[in-house]
């Protein structure tokens, strides 16, 4: 067995008493792993309460698996993917065999090589892939012993795999402290609270260990005081006088429980010599397992490893491959009591026992902890460390360095510098309160306007964090009033995150408006030389916004040509939202598809999960648009999983709502869409608008005609860029179905300037549509044949299924029954192709009016298979390899295999040429 331990483990274990339940448990959970599936589980307990037992016991008994080890230490939490080294270290060999982008993401994490910041996610896939590798030899257990101390960049890797593992033959066990924090730190993994033991459990456990003497009565009172927690049992019997066992001597008040079983603990220790308690304290904070760094820093305090012997007789230390603490709640309260002075001179020898070019970050950490007062050569090497950490994608790391640094920096101006550097790297890595934190004890104000512009632009983005937008657009603008003109770059990025936020908040902006920021957006444009894709896309928002559509549109084309060929950068707002808007205003579908094709790859490759999700978002109202709804759904259901990677929300997930009105879920879909009507959240404005589109097709093809146009209306006066364009030809529809010529004609309008302005076949297939709308007898005919035509050359099939529709329903209503039949069976096989049962069924019935008898027809139940064998099927029918379609999805191969497996199965299909068959995916 392999076993990566930071506790020597000791000689011969008494058996566990009292946990007979957590042993079945625990039994069922290797038992799993050994059958090649996967499992992870968090057990949850008070310090003493035997979580570090029970994973001695899991390991003991899992001789035939390979057992990974490690806990987290405290005083070496703020050291970005320490834990994650230390677990994987023996196996960093197998990074070969890694797809590239893991590979290196791995590498760069762990400093192995040079190359830019590795994204967390791909550090994180990177880590699956590596266990489950590991697993495909022999299967794989890892522990996790007090990971409430771990890294945070190692936590989030950790949890990343445990939430993602399926079928790899990898187990993860956490043991983590009974804190209300940890809640959110292990969300969504199966947990076990682990209570104390049972009165005869415990009492059982009190025989074993205490004297022939001990009363009953004073076992049964132990029990009742210590809640059954077996560590605290056992100090108890270890301090108390053979009279208090007996009876005979009252017990002493309080009982050193609970929060003072730490001091127990301490008034043991206290009893050792002042050499060996040194040598504790600097065990306490010595990286774990780096034996040889330990005793170079003794040596330096005239120490030696006979020191430990007396700690190892009283059982504070255990003697095996090495010395470590009998139990880590001693490491803890070691740390914990340490006197200032102490502790200073400790870490004063771990960092000059260092190898300052092997370990500078550690080295430099440990000076820190040393120094009393400011030092600005101590804060300099701090912030080469964050530097470094950055380098390695450790944000979390690089933000406490910082932090670090600015509290020794003797500069007050220095030191706001750094101040406001370390809040804005806790605000990325997603510590807003961190960054608060720093920010008031920062005093800008009165320092440069460049450090008060960068304070409030701080704030503002703590405002985004909480996604509170409305405040954002008018403390922005102040914050780039603030600047120099040599600012200017720092003073665009606030004016595009105000333009940003002001879209989202709209009409509830406070202190501006949106036209107000985006004129100054544009006049700050005027004086910018270089051009991103990004800047790009705010100018023709910006244009669009403030001088209206037919301005913006050549804006709009530089744009998506920038997005098309040129650089791509995600910096504020996903490029996929610019995409959505530049292709959606100007309706060039072609244009969109290729975007947001090349957008997957870029934010895919690059591990920018937050674009990716815009992005599978807009490609599943592209399949939806192509009437192609399991592609859709498809789309949708990798986007959803995002959401749970990335750990953001997902109440109100407007994006399904596309979905269910061409599934025909109308009571789905108003439910839906109803939770934004009167809701107060972030961006309500925005997800107002993507419902009612939505809703107004779904108005449209139950033949609600008068709600529809209720909507439309809406969108039509607030002009939303993206959004309300699209909307003008449905508004025609439903204000001619609903005899509102007027508001009809109002649409047609503003479609008519819109659509010539941007003249792609989308938008002149559109206007032609909505003028045969309103057109007489003697036009209508040629104005809709012009309208197939010219949908006919876009992929938005869906349109043209609703144009033949149209089409056919006024030859009905003219009493051309037969011309009528034509375009009406085209258009209900469209729509039955399509899979969009409310339109089919208002074809059917205008076919049936015709005098045709037509069948309801019966459209073909989806697979019955789960949303994640839905996305491995369509990728696999893609042609994806199986390395491909993980890398994807975030899971790992196996799981791919074992998913492909069932998959085959339940569609009765033995090849990937029959799955794409089965799916529809080929010609």
Known sequence: MTDIVDQAPAPTRAPLVGRAAECLVLEAFTNKVRAGLSEALVLAGAPGIGKTRLLDHIADSAHDLLVLRTSGIESESPLGFAALHRLVRPFLDRRERLPEPQKAALGAAFGLVAGPAPDRFLVSLATLSLFAELASERP?????????????????????????????????????????????????????????????????LLARIAPRFLNDDVARTLTEQTDGNPLALMALVSSLTTEQLGGTAALPEPLPIGSRLAACFLERIEALTKRTRDLLLLASISPIRDEALLWRAAALLGLSEDDADPAVEAGVLLRGNGFAFSHPLIRSAVYAAAHPGGLRRAHQAISAACDPDHDPDLRAWHLAAATAGADEAVA????????????????????????????????????????????????????????????????????????????????????????????????????????????????????????????????????????????????????????????????????????????????WRTALAALRDG???????????????????????????????????????????????????????????????????????????????????????????????????????????????????????????????????????????RAALERARCLYDDDVPGHSNLVLADMVEAGVRAQENALAALALARLDTQARASGTPWALGSLARARALLADDDTAAALYREAIDRLGQTTVVVDLARTHLLYGEWLRRRKQRLEARVQLRLAYDMFCTARAPLFAERARAELAATGERVHRRTLAPDPQLTPQETQIAALAAEGATNTEIAARLYISTSTVEYHLTKIFRKLSVTSRRQLRSTLGSGD
Request: hydrophobic share 45%; proline share 3%; charged share 25%.
């Open 380 to 555: 300099r090497d701090l912030e080469n460390s964050a530097q470094r950490a950055r380098a390695r994608g450790g944000y979390a790391a690089e933000a406490v360095l910082l932090a670090r640094a600015a509290e020794l920096t003797p500069a007050v101006s220095r030191r706001d510098e750094r101040r406001l550097v370390a809040a804005q790297v806790y605000l990325m890595c997603g510590d807003p309160q961190s960054a608060q934190r720093l920010l008031r004890e920062s005093h800008p104000a009165s320092r440069v306007p460049a450090m008060r512009g960068r304070a409030r632009w701080l704030e503002a983005a703590i405002e985004t964090y909480f996604c509170r937008f409305e405040d954002q657009p008018a403390l922005l603008l102040a914050a780039a009033a603030e600047l120099d003109p040599g600012d200017g770059d720092l003073a665009w990025l606030m004016l595009s995150q105000a333009l940003s936020a002001a879209m989202l908040s709209r009409e509830v902006t406070v202190g501006t408006t949106l036209t107000e920021v985006a004129r100054a957006t544009l006049d700050a444009f005027e004086r910018r030389a270089a051009s991103s894709a990004h800047d790009l896309c705010i100018v023709a928002l910006a244009t669009r916004i403030s001088e209206g559509y037919a301005a913006a549109v050549p804006r």
């Open 140 to 204: 794989l257990l890892c522990l996790i012993d007090d990971a409430q101390w771990l890294d945070r960049e190692s936590r989030e890797a950790l949890t990343f795999v445990a939430r993602r593992l399926h079928a790899e033959g990898v187990g993860m066990l956490f043991a983590v402290r009974e804190l209300a924090s940890d809640s959110a730190l292990f969300e969504g993994l199966p947990g076990h609270v682990l209570a104390g033991l049972p009165g005869p459990a415990a009492r059982e």
């Open 567 to 705: 650089e791509l950068g995600e910096q504020g707002m996903p490029l996929a939202v610019f995409a959505h808007f530049a292709s959606d205003e100007l309706w060039d579908d072609n244009a969109r598809q290729a975007l947001f094709a090349r957008l997957r790859n870029f934010d895919r490759d690059n591990g920018a999960l937050v674009g990716l999700r815009v992005v599978l978002e807009c490609q599943a109202t592209d399949a939806l648009r192509s009437g192609r709804r399991e592609e859709a759904a498809s789309y949708l259901s990798e986007s959803h999983e995002l959401l749970t990677v990335i750990g953001l929300p997902e109440e109100n997930y407007m994006q399904r709502l596309e979905l269910l009105v061409w599934s025909g879920a109308e009571a789905q879909a108003r439910a839906l869409a109803s939770s934004v009507e009167g809701a107060d959240f972030p961006s309500r404005a925005m997800q107002a608008a993507v419902a009612a589109r939505g809703m107004i097709v779904l108005e449209l093809s139950l033949g609600n005609y």
